[in-house]
Nanobody
Framework: QVQLVESGGGLVQAGGSLRLSCTAP????????MAWFRQAPGKEREFVAG????????AYVDSVKGRFTISRDNAKNTFYLKMNSLKPEDTAVYYC???????????????????WGQGTQVTVSS
């Protein structure tokens, strides 16, 4: 079993920035596809950003393109979601997710990810 630990959420004004972190103590993440999802109240969980296992390919939902950046630091076994120019509609609980799949593909379907963080609240005020 892999435990993912998230941090970095909080309350920010519109236009501000946050960086979410996700780490797996004791587990090497360097080749696993990973992603960030979010779930707003009353809505389904949605894919936000993903990175292939190789780390060379990333993908984003259209609503965050140009504002959010997914990255990883293999030396620290940590991956990140940097969120800039935040909007009130970005308010949600954000989850990191880890797959057991390596390679160059990105997976937007949550079923590909057996391991999930506990979620961290991001609230953007207008």
């Amino acid at each position: 079993q892999v435990q993912l630990v998230e941090s970095g959420g909080g309350l920010v004004q519109a236009g501000g920035s946050l960086r979410l972190s996700c780490t797996a103590p004791g587990r090497t993440l360097s080749r696993n596809a990973m992603a960030w999802f979010r779930q707003a109240p009353g809505k389904e969980r949605e894919f936000v950003a993903g990175s292939s296992g190789s780390g060379f390919t990333t993908a984003y939902v259209d609503s965050v393109k140009g504002r959010f950046t997914i990255s990883r630091d293999n030396a620290k076994n940590t991956f990140y979601l940097k969120m800039n120019s935040l909007k009130p509609e970005d308010t949600a609980v954000y989850y990191c997710a880890l797959s057991e799949i390596f390679g160059s593909n990105i997976y937007r379907d949550s079923n590909w990810y057996p391991y999930w963080g506990q979620g961290t609240q991001v609230t953007v005020s207008s």
